[in-house]
């Protein structure tokens, strides 16, 4: 498993939310997705998931990236680290 970490350098929560929208209609339910959030962080937001794979996840940024650039948002530069834990309650 992989933890994703994506800060956007300038992303509102609006573009987000269109953003979202855009790409669960053209994709449905990401596969290999475990998790997905999206959360304030200082005067922007962050974004954090966790997938199954790592070509899982690249496979889902070939839906995402041409729709964060059709939405005038700079290209996303996901940092990608191996999971030690994993759990829910």
């Given at each position: 498993m992989i933890g994703v970490y994506i800060r956007p350098k300038a992303m509102t929560i609006e573009q987000y939310k269109?953003?979202?929208q855009k790409v669960r209609s053209a994709s449905?339910?990401?596969r290999g997705m475990k998790l997905h959030t999206c959360f304030g962080e200082s005067d922007g937001i962050a974004i954090?998931?966790?997938w199954d794979t790592e070509d899982d996840f690249h496979a889902f940024a070939a839906?995402?990236?041409p729709i964060v650039a059709a939405a005038g948002v700079e290209p996303l530069e996901p940092m990608i680290?191996?999971?030690i834990a994993f759990e829910t309650a």
């Open positions: 269109a953003i979202d449905g339910e990401p954090f998931d966790v839906v995402l990236g680290v191996p999971m």
